[in-house]
């Protein structure tokens, strides 16, 4: 089995692609290709050479444009990559005998407060989550396709933290959206839990499966959390956002993800858990 990482250089895809090429044999694609990585525009996929699938490859498919601001302003071009590009690539994929993992996002269950799981029904919030959906309702039913729904995905080099961990190195306060609530969950679980999809497919039946970390917290709470533990000089203050900000993003979504710790064969870690583990990273590479 080969493991081809569609968006190699993406926020999570660099990192499943460094994985991947500790655990076995991995391909990775970018949307210019390089010395080592195969090229692939999503707004163009039949220029790809599909030779490079093989039967019983597993494909997975993180590369999008996933800002929501732009999924709406240019939601023609998103579209032609998030869905038309994107679903075509996969049915040819597909059709050499690979399967499939798509990496979608918790934002197609809507809005919610309660506690919900992989059963509950979708209610996309917004352009890119109907995006997101709309792939996977393409391919329900198919038995190489599993889509993985991912919550606020956490590490030193997601766009928030990099923007705390600015304002704390300029000695700035720092302006948190709140209400804003994510089942946070850490980088290293994605990917570690992605790999073991991939290597432990049939074990897991299931069409979808939830990546979110054990609590819902607020953007506020996960500040606090990095003050509290990893940096103290941090300051903040909550304000409301526009009313405009939430047409593309929901307050709250609830998720919890059962299936990840099965996956990870441990709990997926706490967002104090991953922050320590984040900086000493950072701290023993110096």
Known sequence: MKLIIIGATGYIGESLFALANKVGNARGTSSVGSRTLIPLR???????????IQDADVVLVTAAISAPDVCSREHERAWAVN???????ISKAISRGARIIFFSSDTVYGERAD????????????????????????????????AIRLSYVFSRED???KYLLGCAERGEEAEIF???YRAVVHRDDVVQGAIALARRWD?????????GGPDVIARTELAQVLKDSVLPELRFRQIEPEPEFFANRPRVIQMKSPLLATL????????????????DQERNAK
């Open 42 to 52: 999503l707004d163009a996929p039949d220029e790809f050479d599909y030779n490079v």
């Open 115 to 146: 506690d919900f799981d992989e059963t509950a029904a979708c209610n996309p919030a917004g352009d890119y989550a109907v995006m997101k959906h709309e792939v996977e309702s393409r391919f329900t039913g198919y038995p190489a396709f599993k």
């Open 178 to 180: 709140h209400p804003f």
């Open 83 to 89: 869905v038309t590009g994107t679903s075509s690539f």
């Open 203 to 211: 074990e897991f039946p299931q069409f979808v499966i939830n990546f």
């Open 159 to 161: 766009k928030f933290t």
């Open 264 to 279: 990870l064969g441990r709990p997926a870690r706490t967002l104090r858990e991953a922050a320590q583990l984040e900086f």
